[in-house]
């Protein structure tokens, strides 16, 4: 896989965008508001990066990535990612988001929930549990003493394993947490949210997490 497809140009989206050219693929990128605002990101990136629209960059990628506020995923498009597998980074934070029952009642889980939205992709929570200042410089290589690792969920093996070889790619271990159902177990006020971790230590606190309903 050689292009890959950013919706969000955030601050996860751009440090993604310069960490996969880095690493020689070609990225198209977008944001919500045209690829015109994009120019200086570009500019930046370099010749193998390209601004387009979220339907145009869901086209291009033979991967895509999914990097918006959680309250947008309902903008994602849909048909463009029909069959391709999705990475997810999102995360809930109400105060933004407002209040949602589903979650608040732990009744389901943020990528559950971009699952159902699109329903014939394969989506895979990814790099949802770093803070992006860290991506492109926590990384070390394979075998290195307490490397760092990062965990994955999804419904679907071929998802869990194009993660796994990314992170690998960007110098983290992978632990599966195992279907988007048990997702929660790295999402906000979690143990294993956004703290540095070997794999033995991220095990242990997918372990110590619970899920609390709202108060």
Known sequence: MTRIGIIGAGNIGGTLARGLIQRGYDVTISNSRGPETLGALIGELGPRATASTPEAAAAAGEFVIVTVPFQAYPSIPVAPLAGKVVLDTTNYYWESAGRIPDLEEARTTTSSLVQAHLSEARVVKAFNQINAGDILTDGSPAG????????????FD????????????FGYDTVNVGPLSESWRIE?????????????????????AERLLAA
């Open 158 to 169: 071929d998802a869990i394993q194009l993660v796994t070889a990314l992170y690998d790619e």
């Open 144 to 155: 290195s003493p307490n490397r760092r690792a990062l965990a994955t969920a999804s419904d």
């Open 188 to 208: 906000r006020d979690q143990p294993a949210y956004v703290v540095r971790q070997n794999r033995e230590e991220l095990e242990a606190n997918l372990d110590r």
